[in-house]
């Protein structure tokens, strides 16, 4: 995840309109709706919540399991639950209208429209109450918190936790590795060496020509796909766009290292190590080649092998099992680790503060472990039903339940999300989780996630574009690495980058300086 602007999120609206009306409501709106019935701590705390709806209907308010996690809460929500299609516009309506549910979920915390309020005091900074709400600690990660914090060091929202480690990087056709002779590589010389070998050596011993090395494509939508990214990432030891070089940020294509990883691609390119028309493939035809059984590298989670690769890849080659989708432990020295939140809980200043820490409260106590299997396993006996100690969940019943709808609103995720799933056999799953401990010693999250640039938010996508249009073409011969080298060094004095590059800096040092 790199730090850019999601346009979806401030449709009709500017961040002036926000800014005076978030000033306006926080003054003028009476506290009957924020105070009334917050009560004591033994009455049931009376909640008013907006959070997306990613299902066709949402749950009805006496539907089974909200009434088991109020209870267990000792709660009442009123939830608002808003369609996916339509959250964007909604959620911007409701900002600029001033009259906040008091926990509303906000899907980019960084968008300028959420960011203007924050700056003009309409959401509570939870810094200093996070340490008296143990899950609240323990169970959303460290890396979390610090990357969901505002220019100012603090956090006024509460990250919905995903897993930070186990993050898409590099997977090898170990049956292709073993019939070579070949280890795992770790370095960027063993990538290049299995990737040839698994281009011109005959890896899967059918004695044709017929495969190849790694499966990718050059974008991911409108920025750089995932397999180059990794690669670049993997050259240059840092996630992102940004690295933090000699005491400031420096935008990555500017390093060395990214024009090493240039010259990579275009090796791998020229040697056709990779598909001819990689510049113009969708990410379904990346995956339909290894489906296909004609390459033997990929870039992506393991959690995804089985139903993205795997069952139709067994069409043709019944003989390949999961754990010949082997992945990579560090290529040199480097692997990712994601940003460990997807989207935030926030509360604005119009709830009082002994409300706001009781709904700090309900939502800790919504992650013990037996508060949150209410959603994941449903009731007894409907949802699920017990065998020799384990729960077996009619997943279809859940859903019509709406379970997994209560996962927008609070979420405990499992730290191996990314790499295992419970249907995969036994020692595919001790496998990939031995492998994710081993990459917890080496991955890096993406600092730059968050850090407040004006001059950044309005070039940066711009600067992107022009950068991944300049990769291709000299990957593609269409351009020399020189014209490359021309190009990094205008781009390095021009005016708009500069500015950028130093408020990227100011941010961080500011981030770095409020831990």
Same mark, same amino acid.
């Given at each position: 995840?790199?730090?850019?602007?999601?346009?979806?999120?401030?449709?009709?609206?500017?961040?002036?309109?926000?800014?005076?009306?978030?000033?306006?409501?926080?003054?003028?709106?009476?506290?009957?709706?924020?105070?009334?019935? !917050?009560?004591?701590?033994?009455? $049931?705390?009376?909640?008013?919540?907006?959070?997306?709806?990613?299902?066709?209907?949402?749950?009805?308010?006496?539907?089974?399991?909200?009434?088991?996690?109020?209870?267990?809460?000792?709660?009442?929500?009123?939830?608002?639950?808003?369609?996916?299609?339509? +959250?964007?516009?909604?959620?911007?309506?409701?900002?600029?209208?001033?009259?906040?549910?008091?926990?509303? +979920?906000? =899907?980019?915390?960084?968008?300028?429209?959420?960011?203007?309020?924050?700056?003009?005091?309409?959401?509570?900074?939870?810094?200093?109450?996070?340490?008296? +709400? $143990?899950?609240?600690?323990?169970?959303?990660?460290?890396?979390?918190?610090?990357?969901?914090?505002?220019?100012?060091?603090?956090?006024?929202?509460? =990250?919905?936790?995903? $897993?930070?480690?186990?993050?898409?990087?590099?997977?090898?056709?170990?049956?292709?590795?073993?019939?070579?002779?070949?280890?795992?590589?770790?370095?960027?010389?063993?990538?290049?060496?299995?990737?040839?070998?698994?281009?011109?050596?005959? =890896?899967?011993?059918?004695?044709?020509?017929?495969?190849?090395?790694?499966?990718?494509?050059?974008?991911?939508?409108?920025? *750089?796909?995932?397999?180059?990214?990794?690669?670049?990432?993997?050259?240059?030891?840092?996630?992102?766009?940004?690295?933090?070089?000699?005491?400031?940020?420096?935008?990555?294509?500017?390093?060395?290292?990214?024009?090493?990883?240039?010259?990579?691609?275009?090796?791998?390119?020229?040697?056709?190590?990779?598909?001819?028309?990689?510049?113009?493939?969708?990410?379904?035809?990346?995956?339909?080649?290894?489906?296909?059984?004609?390459?033997?590298?990929?870039?992506?989670?393991?959690?995804?092998?089985?139903?993205? +690769?795997?069952?139709?890849?067994?069409?043709?080659? =019944?003989?390949?099992?999961?754990?010949?989708?082997?992945?990579?432990?560090?290529?040199?020295?480097?692997?990712?680790?994601?940003?460990?939140?997807?989207?935030?809980?926030?509360?604005?200043?119009?709830?009082?503060?002994?409300?706001?820490?009781?709904?700090?409260?309900?939502?800790?106590?919504?992650?013990?472990?037996?508060?949150?299997?209410?959603?994941?396993?449903?009731?007894?006996?409907?949802?699920?039903?017990?065998?020799?100690?384990?729960?077996?969940?009619? !997943?279809?019943?859940?859903?019509?339940?709406?379970?997994?709808?209560?996962?927008?609103? *609070?979420?405990?995720?499992?730290?191996?999300?990314?790499?295992?799933?419970?249907?995969?056999?036994?020692?595919?799953?001790?496998?990939?989780?031995?492998?994710?401990?081993?990459?917890?010693?080496?991955?890096?999250?993406?600092?730059?996630?968050?850090?407040?640039?004006?001059?950044?938010?309005?070039?940066?996508?711009?600067?992107?574009?022009?950068?991944?249009?300049?990769?291709?073409?000299?990957?593609?011969?269409?351009?020399?690495?020189?014209?490359?080298?021309?190009? *990094?060094?205008?781009?390095?004095?021009?005016?708009?980058?500069?500015?950028?590059?130093?408020?990227?800096?100011?941010?961080?040092?500011?981030?770095?300086?409020?831990?």
């Amino acid at each position: 995840m790199t730090f850019k602007v999601r346009k979806k999120a401030a449709l009709g609206l500017t961040a002036m309109l926000i800014a005076a009306t978030a000033l306006t409501a926080c003054g003028n709106k009476t506290e009957s709706t924020t105070t009334a019935q !917050s009560g004591s701590d033994t009455a $049931p705390l009376n909640v008013n919540i907006m959070t997306i709806l990613l299902s066709a209907n949402p749950p009805a308010n006496d539907n089974a399991i909200k009434l088991a996690i109020e209870k267990a809460t000792n709660s009442k929500m009123n939830i608002q639950w808003v369609s996916a299609n339509s +959250y964007p516009d909604k959620l911007n309506v409701t900002l600029a209208s001033g009259d906040i549910p008091e926990l509303i +979920y906000i =899907p980019d915390p960084f968008t300028s429209v959420f960011r203007s309020m924050v700056q003009q005091g309409a959401f509570w900074d939870i810094s200093n109450y996070i340490k008296d +709400y $143990p899950n609240l600690n323990s169970k959303i990660s460290k890396t979390a918190w610090d990357l969901t914090k505002m220019e100012d060091g603090k956090n006024y929202s509460i =990250p919905r936790p995903r $897993p930070t480690e186990g993050d898409t990087f590099f997977l090898f056709r170990k049956d292709w590795l073993d019939n070579l002779g070949m280890n795992v590589p770790t370095t960027t010389d063993e990538l290049y060496q299995v990737y040839k070998a698994f281009t011109e050596n005959d =890896p899967d011993k059918n004695g044709k020509k017929d495969t190849i090395g790694l499966s990718v494509n050059a974008t991911n939508g409108d920025k *750089v796909s995932d397999t180059l990214g990794q690669i670049e990432n993997s050259f240059a030891k840092s996630n992102g766009d940004w690295k933090w070089v000699n005491d400031q940020m420096v935008f990555k294509s500017f390093l060395p290292e990214e024009r090493q990883a240039l010259e990579f691609v275009i090796k791998l390119y020229k040697e056709k190590l990779i598909p001819e028309d990689f510049a113009s493939l969708k990410t379904s035809q990346v995956k339909d080649i290894v489906k296909t059984d004609k390459a033997g590298g990929l870039v992506d989670k393991t959690g995804t092998v089985v139903s993205d +690769y795997l069952n139709d890849l067994k069409k043709i080659n =019944p003989n390949v099992k999961e754990t010949d989708f082997y992945p990579a432990t560090n290529i040199n020295g480097y692997n990712p680790k994601g940003p460990g939140f997807s989207g935030v809980l926030a509360i604005p200043k119009t709830v009082k503060e002994d409300k706001m820490k009781r709904i700090l409260k309900m939502v800790d106590t919504w992650m013990n472990d037996d508060v949150f299997a209410i959603q994941t396993y449903g009731m007894e006996g409907v949802d699920h039903t017990v065998k020799d100690g384990v729960k077996v969940v009619d !997943s279809k019943k859940l859903a019509d339940d709406g379970g997994p709808d209560f996962n927008q609103i *609070v979420y405990v995720a499992d730290p191996y999300a990314s790499t295992v799933k419970n249907f995969f056999q036994k020692d595919t799953q001790d496998l990939y989780r031995k492998v994710q401990d081993e990459r917890a010693k080496t991955s890096q999250a993406d600092i730059s996630i968050g850090l407040y640039s004006p001059t950044a938010m309005q070039y940066l996508p711009e600067l992107q574009k022009k950068v991944l249009d300049m990769k291709v073409k000299v990957i593609l011969g269409k351009e020399t690495i020189a014209a490359w080298d021309d190009f *990094v060094n205008k781009l390095k004095t021009d005016a708009n980058v500069v500015k950028m590059s130093q408020e990227m800096t100011d941010a961080y040092k500011k981030r770095l300086a409020a831990k």
